[in-house]
């Protein structure tokens, strides 16, 4: 598959509104989404900025529409959309597992960070003790944050190494083929 080409472009990220929305919508662990590994994916991957940060707000009004809309909506999905800066700046082209890791781990903490700071200020005291309250009460939900980042980015990164690596089984053998890939825009 040839991410430049418009039209499996335009199937990757239908596909992973899909996956998104779902994930949302079915049972799951708290912020265990792939939202922010898609947007570490595609600044990495430079697959259109501009369209995956559209995938992910449409994937994100579709079902905060079912899941029920909030004041803090824009600090969240600002949080997400700079995961596009942190994999163009921080894992880049040439990403390596060292650099998804550390990608993913620098999301899931600027996200914990902000949306907590901002739902403090929007909901508990503002004091010392209203910021450690809100951030106390928040640290259960972290974990589910790192998981879902790390797998997700590991999913996406994964598949897209094996998908432009060359490498094929047949026969039960694996063999490689060359597989013209051309990344970016």
């Not at 994100?60 to 600090?75: I, K, Q």
């Not at 700079?82 to 597992?97: C, H, T």
């Not at 990608?103 to 899931?108: E, N």
């Not at 990164?157 to 053998?173: E, R």
């Amino acid at each position: 598959m040839n991410p430049n080409n418009n039209l499996q472009r335009f199937a990757i990220v239908l596909g992973m509104i899909g996956v998104a929305v779902a994930s949302r919508l079915l049972p799951h662990p708290p912020n265990f989404t792939p939202l922010a590994a898609m947007c570490l994916f595609a600044g990495a991957v430079t697959i259109s900025p501009r369209m995956m940060a559209a995938a992910v707000i449409v994937a994100m009004l579709v079902s905060d529409a079912v899941l029920g809309f909030h004041s803090l909506m824009p600090v969240v999905y600002g949080c997400l959309l700079a995961n596009f800066v942190i994999g163009r700046k921080l894992v880049g082209a040439n990403a390596n597992a060292m650099k998804v890791v550390a990608g993913s781990l620098a999301g899931s903490v600027l996200f914990f960070l902000v949306t907590n700071f901002a739902v403090w200020v929007a909901f508990y005291p503002s004091t010392l003790t209203g910021l450690a309250a809100c951030f106390t009460a928040a640290i259960p939900f972290f974990q589910y944050t790192l998981a879902g980042d790390m797998v997700y980015s590991g999913l996406f990164f994964g598949v897209y190494a094996l998908a432009t690596s060359g490498l094929t089984v047949t026969q039960g053998k694996l063999q490689q083929v060359r597989v013209p890939v051309r990344v970016g825009e």
